[in-house]
């Protein structure tokens, strides 16, 4: 079971990086506040790529004078929070919208290879931005009645239109267990077909309906490995709008004599010792993933050096698997 130290030791795209004022979402007048506000932070982006410019990257918020938070329409607007210490909003843009001339400062990228490269702070707030937007985008007809929806309580509910259905639909989350296998020596990794080869990462699928997180553990784990587990326990969680799940980190335990093959959905699985590991035997999942905080979890507890230390390998790219 992880340490309470090592619990709250906080995942990438995770932590106390935005105040978001839920409260504020039930005022009528919140936009106009906003765009009022000289310190409003207004955060371009277009379809699921975020507004960043320079060399590291970093946000590329505008100011209320901005063109793009003067002229774009309110329903295309979302109140993120309060990030360090200023309103936050975001301006989704469509693709006609105007950006010229900020060509020079402004550019568009998709987080998922953005991310690693970006400020933690930064990285977290551009992901909740981008699960936002994702979402809406995905809900702009009523799943009752097929009418048209509309933004409400400053972009966080889409609501029906029709005045006789009227259904409010609230941002999905998608619960998927992510788990770091051990026999006590050995880890258990597996990796996709479609992956360059050596890569090998954590076990993880989508938690499904009527099944509770231990539960999913033990059936993706037999399903893609054939091993069965002895006993599961919880160690952390990821937002990962990727596009719209959140990661929940597992220990869990099998028997020493466990033997692990692939499946459908993996073309291996096979189990790893911390001394392979140390070697650069396996190309591991990038350290921004949770995926590679277990698997760290696990190594640290019993090898000399710390796996940041080691000369091993991993992927470039926020992959988490």
């Known amino acids: ?16 990086y935005l105040d978001r004022r839920a409260e504020l979402r039930e005022d009528p007048d919140w936009l106009q506040a906003a765009r009022a506000d000289a310190g409003t932070l207004f ?7 975020l507004g960043v410019s320079g060399d590291p990257p970093i946000a590329a918020f505008v100011d209320h004078q901005h063109s793009l938070a003067r002229t774009t329409p309110d329903e295309s ?10 309103r936050c909003v975001m301006v989704q843009l469509g693709d006609d ?6 060509a020079a400062r402004i550019r568009f990228e998709e987080l998922r290879p953005l991310a690693p490269t970006l400020d933690s702070e930064e990285a977290g707030l551009l992901a909740y931005a981008r699960a936002l937007s994702y979402w809406q985008q995905r809900h702009r007809h009523c799943g009752v009645c097929g009418t ?13 239109r029709s005045s006789v259905c009227a259904a409010e639909f609230f941002p999905r989350i998608d619960p998927a267990i992510i788990v770091l296998v051990s026999d006590g020596e050995r880890a258990l990794l597996g990796r996709q077909a479609s ?19 231990e539960d999913a553990v033990a059936r993706e784990v037999l399903e893609e490995t054939g091993v069965s587990i002895t006993a599961s326990d919880y160690h952390s969680s990821q937002p990962w709008p990727f596009p719209s799940s959140l990661m929940l980190g597992f220990m869990a335990s099998a028997t020493p004599d466990s033997i692990a093959g692939g499946s459908s959905e993996l073309e291996d699985a096979r189990w790893f010792t911390r001394a392979e590991i140390a070697a650069g035997a396996v190309i591991l ?17 019993d090898w000399l050096t710390p796996l ?14």
């Open 1 to 16: 079971m992880p340490s309470s130290s090592e619990r709250s030791s906080t995942n990438f795209l995770a932590g106390p």
């Open 43 to 49: 955060l371009p982006i277009r379809g699921t790529a």
């Open 77 to 86: 607007l979302v109140l993120l929070g309060w990030f360090r210490e200023r």
């Open 97 to 102: 919208a105007d950006t010229d001339t900020d």
């Open 148 to 160: 048209p929806t509309r933004p409400l309580r400053a972009g966080h509910v889409m609501q029906c």
């Open 195 to 213: 992956w360059p080869k050596n890569r090998y990462s954590t076990i993880a699928g989508f938690v499904e309906p009527g099944e509770s997180l």
């Open 285 to 301: 999942p990038p350290p921004t993933s949770i995926s590679h905080r277990l698997i760290e979890n696990w190594f640290d507890a």
């Open 308 to 321: 940041r230390s080691v000369a091993t390998r991993s992927w470039s790219g926020a992959v988490n698997r």
